[in-house]
């Protein structure tokens, strides 16, 4: 007798087909400012990879990531910035998938 569940694979975050449930409209916001610097912008490419044509991802950096951004446009091609908060202790932005 199989007990296991059927889950659904439904999109309800925007981001892909993860089937838990839970909803959000809001852009998912990674804040960089705690990890280490030598996996930091792995971390930034990793979070960006699960973000949909479309969709955004707010980060919050301790300096204006400017090489970073350009890291990302050169991987996955053109991207949206919007800077929320610009120094001196944090910048925030607000990147959008073209």
């Known amino acids: 007798m199989n007990t296991r569940a059927s889950i ?5 975050h925007g981001h892909g087909t993860c089937g838990c449930g839970e909803t959000s409209t809001e852009s998912p916001e990674l804040d960089v400012r705690a ?4 996996i930091r912008h792995a971390t930034v490419f990793g979070a ?3 973000i949909p044509a479309g969709g955004s991802l ?41």
């Open 8 to 12: 659904p694979l439904t999109e309800t």
């Open 58 to 98: 707010v980060i919050v950096a301790p300096h204006d990531p400017k090489p970073l951004l350009a890291q990302l446009a050169d991987r996955d091609g053109p991207l949206q910035v919007t800077y929320l908060v610009e120094g001196p202790d944090a910048w925030r932005l607000r990147l959008t998938r073209g």
């Open 48 to 50: 960006w990879s699960a």
């Open 35 to 38: 990890i280490p610097h030598a």
